[in-house]
């Protein structure tokens, strides 16, 4: 679906009902495209994201404060 935009019609509820029905809109200004919406497949939940980062970390060993002090002087540079 291809949308062209005046502030004052933009309907955002109906553009994210589409968008949330799978439908990808595509704003334009005049007949320039400038921005698409589209879904977010499979989103996590925060209980997710979180479980996934402790699961990520649990193998690796902790950072030690020379290395910190390493990258700090780095991005100094």
Do not use: F, H
Not at 43 to 52: D, G, H, R, V, Y
Not at 57 to 76: D, F, H, L, N, S
């Amino acid at each position: 679906m291809t949308v062209t935009v005046k502030v004052e019609d933009a309907n955002l509820r109906e553009l994210l009902a589409r968008v949330e029905a799978g439908e990808e809109v595509v704003l334009l200004r005049g007949d320039e495209p400038v921005a698409k919406l589209s879904g977010i497949a499979n989103p996590m939940s925060k209980a997710e994201l979180i479980e996934t980062i402790i699961r990520e970390r649990a193998g690796r060993q902790p950072v030690t404060q020379e290395e910190i002090a390493e990258w700090k002087q780095i991005g100094r540079r």
